[in-house]
């Protein structure tokens, strides 16, 4: 007799719940480096975050984009720390959420970040979300939140923000897939370009996004993709660095590998298969994986 589908997810869930709990976390978080005008910081928090600062003469302007700084999200518990502390954070202009899962979109985290800017500052960030997710962060203390759906952009803290499309799924629990997911392309004034491509599987959309917007970094998710049935909304190693070529990109950051144990890969494995590939490619160079809590610094753009 074949044992039930519910029992069979249900002992998958609990066995890699346990997993996740057997090992200490590793990692330190780290503070954030000083960024000169024109200069871009992109600091790794670890699986999908990231604290942009964009230097301008007032000062950086700060972005976090998914920020899950928690222990544990529901019962699968982080293996590596956060980046940075929420107390050592500067104060946080924007922040984006590409969707409404749980690794994505972390309610606790979003209050302590409104918090601590508001303390810092007097006042709160605005948070920029896809189509159908307002509700959820519509009671955080945001100063302002703004909905977009695909190639709709919108300006804030002297940024030009679009949403750009994926190959996902949106829904919070099971049945609100009214909810909309993306990645967003970002520009400063000075003319830096990054692309955050959310979670994704490889999809045509990549190419479009280039003919559009022309990021010249991508930031781009590499793990969760085994058993194969994940590939259907994530990429694999290889397809996230041909996604960096259909982008003509300049430099690729890979993301969502290492802290949560959400695909059965072993932990480890993701950049080695990226960096093995990159090499076949020639793209080695091209390709920066960061540890959590380190930041690499684009030089200002030459006009």
Not at 148 to 177: C, E, N, V, Y
Not at 250 to 279: C, K, N, Q, S, Y
């Amino acid at each position: 007799m074949h044992r039930p589908f519910v029992l069979t997810k249900l002992g998958q869930v609990t066995k890699v719940a346990w997993e996740s709990h057997q090992n200490p976390i590793r990692g330190v978080s780290r503070k954030p480096v000083p960024i000169a005008d024109g200069e871009l910081g992109i600091m790794f928090q670890g699986h999908s975050s990231f604290l942009l600062q964009f230097g301008t003469p007032a000062g950086a302007t700060n972005v976090l984009i998914d920020p899950v700084f928690a222990t544990r999200l529901v019962v699968l518990r982080r293996q590596r720390k956060p980046g940075v502390r929420v107390e050592d954070l500067p104060p946080i202009d924007v922040v984006l959420l590409t969707h409404a899962h749980m690794d994505h979109l972390n309610r606790p985290t979003l209050r302590r970040v409104v918090r601590a800017t508001r303390a810092a500052t007097g006042c709160a960030p605005i948070a920029i979300v896809p189509h159908g997710v307002e509700d959820l962060v519509a009671t955080l203390g945001f100063s302002e939140v703004r909905s977009l759906k695909w190639w709709q952009q919108t300006d804030a803290a002297g940024l030009r923000i679009t949403l750009t499309p994926a190959k996902h799924w949106g829904a919070r629990m099971f049945s609100d897939t009214h909810r909309l997911f993306g990645g967003y392309v970002l520009e400063d004034a000075s003319g830096h370009r990054l692309y955050h491509s959310g979670d994704t599987a490889y999809f045509s959309g990549f190419t479009e996004i280039k003919h559009r917007l022309g990021p010249q970094i991508a930031l781009l998710p590499i793990g969760a993709y085994f058993p194969d049935s994940y590939r259907a909304v994530h990429t694999s190693p290889e397809e996230a660095l041909q996604a960096f070529v259909d982008l003509g990109a300049d430099a690729m950051i890979p993301m969502h590998f290492g802290t949560f144990p959400l695909g059965r890969e072993p932990m480890e494995e993701p950049p080695v298969r990226l960096l093995e590939d990159a090499r076949r490619r020639g793209l080695e160079d091209r390709v920066h994986i960061l540890e959590e809590g380190e930041t690499m610094v684009v030089p200002p753009i030459s006009l």
